[in-house]
């Protein structure tokens, strides 16, 4: 979680209130691969004691628990399967019912501390504490000497960039000592400075907090906004799972220009069936790589910032069909849909192309809206340029008769 160099200069280091603890390793475990996101890892209270956030951490882990089972869709087949000749991926119910186990969760949260904050601390040891810490933050943190000085100890510090937020496998990770360098050496004097040093450039963090950098406004400074962060939010963080009343501290990533947006178009869909009766809709998309989706089911819900490819969105797109009680109001959201999934086959493109989505047939008469919407890595719908754009989004309307 990067510090916002919009926050005000005395604001304490990384959180404050409740935040301001060594490590709240809400662990969060990826799908493909096992990559497990670790949120709101702070360093502060580790300067000098040898091995004390990866102790910190690991102790996090062992308290994680299994999520429980969330309701899912009533007609689609369960578990991950391959349709249109094993060419496309089928996710049901975006992975929901892929649940891990309490094993699997504390097993991977503790591969991804031994790999990110253990080496990141081993490496301190060697060189970050002195110079990134002395040198970097504490003596001169706030000038130009101190930056630079710090560059030693930020560099040292590895996974500074990486370690509250493990990338996903198929996104390369900055090289090694990357964030670091961004957070000793080039932002010494401001609120980014120490911070993004994670562990060596971490030590300076007073240092650079305290030097005197310029403040800035934030954007939309004036126009009265809410919040901007989930410091002043007094609800639990989000975990990764399918849960509410939490707030979600995921940044929300790149955004593309305009003409490389996503768009889509359900492009060909029966207008009646029969009940039970299997069907085929037709999904164009555009500008959307679909090579990215993380379970929820695994704790890769709203945990993924959006990436881009050539300018492009990475994600996937999905299909729900719903019953509509009433044609005059707008439908109850909690209900489970008689059918969803996710939709991955590492294939799309800035060209238009189609998939095609296989409905097992719906079990009862009436009406139903059948909606595609394209989703990034955390399965929201892309960001756009400029807001009088529409959504990659479509419904259409089924009789079941």
């Known amino acids: 979680m990067r510090r916002s160099k919009y926050r005000r200069a005395n604001s304490p280091a990384w959180f404050s209130g409740r935040r301001r603890i060594v490590v709240v390793a809400a662990a969060a475990l990826a799908a493909f691969g096992g990559v497990v996101t670790v949120t709101q890892i702070s360093s502060a209270g580790t300067k000098n004691q040898n091995n004390a956030g990866t102790n910190s951490a690991l102790a996090s882990c062992d308290k994680l628990q299994a999520p429980a089972r969330s309701r899912l869709s ?167 799972f399918q849960k509410g009343n939490r707030c979600v501290s995921t940044e929300f990533g790149e955004v593309g220009a305009a003409a490389n947006n996503p768009t889509l178009l359900i492009t060909n869909a029966p207008r009646q069936v029969n009940r039970n009766q299997p069907f085929t809709l037709q999904v164009s998309t555009r500008n959307l790589i679909r090579d990215r989706f993380l379970a929820a089911g695994q704790g890769g819900y709203y945990v993924e910032s959006s990436v881009l490819q050539g300018g492009l969105v990475r994600g996937h797109f999905h299909t729900a069909c719903r019953i509509l009680d009433n044609r005059n109001a707008a439908p109850a959201p909690d209900p489970v849909p008689a059918f969803f999934v996710a939709t991955e086959d590492s294939r799309g493109g800035a060209q238009p192309d189609t998939v095609a989505i296989q409905v097992p047939g719906l079990p009862q008469s009436g009406e139903f809206q059948c909606s595609s919407w394209a989703g990034d890595g955390s399965h929201r719908i892309p960001m756009m340029e400029r807001a009088n754009q529409t959504p990659a989004f479509d419904s259409v309307r089924v009789r079941v008769r």
């Open 74 to 240: 009533t007609q689609t087949r369960k578990g991950t399967y391959t349709t249109n000749n094993g060419r496309v991926t089928q996710h049901a119910d975006d992975g929901a019912g892929d649940v891990a186990t309490t094993a699997q969760l504390q097993a991977r949260c503790r591969e991804w501390v031994t790999n990110n904050v253990a080496n990141a601390e081993t490496l301190a040891r060697r060189g970050g504490n002195n110079n990134g810490g002395n040198n970097g933050g504490n003596n001169n943190g706030g000038n130009n000497t101190g930056g630079n000085q710090g560059n030693t100890g930020g560099n040292q510090g590895n996974n500074g960039g990486n370690a509250s937020a493990a990338p996903s496998q198929a996104v390369p990770s900055a090289p090694a000592g990357n964030g670091g360098n961004n957070g000793g050496n080039n932002n010494g004097g401001n609120n980014t400075g120490g911070n993004q040093g994670n562990t060596g450039g971490n030590q300076g963090n007073n240092g650079g907090n305290n030097g005197g950098g310029a403040v800035t406004p934030p954007p939309g400074a004036g126009l009265g906004i809410l919040t901007n962060s989930c410091e002043t939010s007094d609800l639990e963080d989000h975990d990764g």
